[in-house]
């Protein structure tokens, strides 16, 4: 009889049972665990397991991920649990995510003003930019030592009409409207853009979180500690107010990218 090789790997998770607890959870499910202690081995079984046991083309699950680097990981994971790539599914970072599955298909749908065709910026036209936009302002501080500050303020208040981002500091909420309203009449967006106007959409129209969970119904995120607001956003919405399940794994302790907006605690 064959038995699917996901089913074997999934044995292994035998000898440790809260992994096996993760494994057989039903429902939304978050994974705490150290560095070496096989998170990314228990969410790629996982996904395996829902794969082939819960979800039907043309659904299919999301996997969202830190880096490009992880991505191609847990796709050589799955590669070896006998699971192939399917255009149903969707492994990557959480900008293409937000680019390529809920901005290009439904932007112009909802009617957010966007550049036509999107075009990304590159990092030498976003950098002159920046430094156009600290220099119309009159800040004294160098562009470059405020680079830091500004990436994690508008990553860390994503809302821009909220009174956290416009008081926390006004200067830099100035900076942060001043560069987008720049960077949009140049007909670009960039990679802050892609989770900021994902988020827009999804918080902001109720057809796009029921899109979004006819697609892929169950979510999976890895090193969940350095995703940040935004995406924490984008998670609550589509399963508070979209339904959808998610799996996540990740370890509070092992954050690195504090500076750049990651939240840890969340």
């Not at 035998?14 to 993760?22: I, K, S």
């Not at 191609?72 to 790539?85: A, C, K, N, P, S």
């Not at 957010?112 to 990092?123: A, E, G, R």
Request: proline share 6%.
């Amino acid at each position: 009889i064959y038995e699917p090789v996901y089913i074997k790997a999934a044995e292994e998770l035998l000898r440790n049972p809260r992994q096996w607890e993760a494994y057989e959870s039903t429902g939304n499910c978050v994974v705490l665990a150290g560095p070496g202690s096989g998170k990314t081995k228990l969410l790629t079984i996982k996904m395996a397991k829902v794969l082939q046991e819960k979800i039907h083309p043309p659904q299919g699950i999301a996997c969202i991920t830190y880096s490009t680097e992880c991505a191609r990981e847990i796709i050589t994971r799955f590669d070896r649990l006998g699971v192939e790539e399917n255009s149903n599914n969707y492994i990557g970072t959480i900008h293409s995510f937000c680019l390529n599955r809920i901005i290009r298909p439904y932007g112009k749908l909802a009617k957010i003003p966007l550049p036509d065709p999107i075009k990304v910026v590159d990092s030498t036209t976003g950098n002159a930019i920046f430094h156009r936009s600290v220099s119309e302002l009159g800040f004294l501080e160098k562009p470059n030592s405020l680079r830091i500050q500004f990436d994690k303020y508008r990553r860390t208040f994503p809302n821009r009409k909220s009174e956290e981002f416009l008081k926390t500091s006004p200067e830099l909420a100035q900076l942060i409207n001043y560069y987008e309203n720049f960077l949009h009449e140049a007909g670009f967006i960039d990679f802050d853009d892609m989770i900021l106007i994902g988020l827009n959409l999804i918080e902001g129209f109720s057809w796009v979180r029921k899109v979004l969970k006819a697609r892929f119904p169950i979510l999976f995120i890895d090193e969940y500690q350095d995703l940040g607001v935004p995406l924490h956003n984008i998670v609550m919405n589509l399963v508070f107010q979209g339904g959808v399940e998610v799996f996540a794994v990740g370890d509070p302790d092992q954050s690195i990218y504090g500076f750049t907006g990651a939240k840890p605690n969340l």
